[in-house]
């Protein structure tokens, strides 16, 4: 018996694999930017990720790129990274896999 992997009903890509990073915010930033394989924008994370803040969460939006600075830290190593198709008002946020190169740079 073979076992399929988990793709999504809607675009059919398969979902990555459970990723983990450090911290409960940045546990959640992680799994909405994974959870969305066509990007994200900041505003749509922030208001995933701080939705049951009863605050409405931190006022500067500028958290989000640092969280991600952040997390990218702990997911190089698992074989992603969190990528931003452009700098500035609209950019996207993707999960990507990245290759794995060992000591010498060789892949």
């Known amino acids: 018996m073979t076992r399929r992997p988990h793709v999504c009903p809607t675009c059919r890509r398969p979902f990555p694999p ?8 940045r546990q ?11 990007g994200i924008t900041r505003d749509e994370i922030m208001t995933a990720v701080y939705a049951d803040d009863i ?3 931190p006022d ?5 790129p640092v969280l991600v600075r952040h997390a990218n830290k702990e997911l190089v190593p698992q074989g992603y990274q969190i990528t931003v198709t452009w700098r500035g008002r609209g950019a996207r946020y993707r999960l990507a896999r ?10």
């Open 60 to 64: 500067c939006p500028n958290v989000i």
């Open 28 to 38: 959640r930033v992680v799994n909405v930017i994974a959870g969305r394989p066509d």
């Open 55 to 57: 605050d409405g969460g």
């Open 18 to 25: 459970p990723l983990t990073v450090h911290g409960p915010v």
């Open 98 to 107: 990245i290759e794995q190169r060992n000591e010498r740079g060789r892949h």
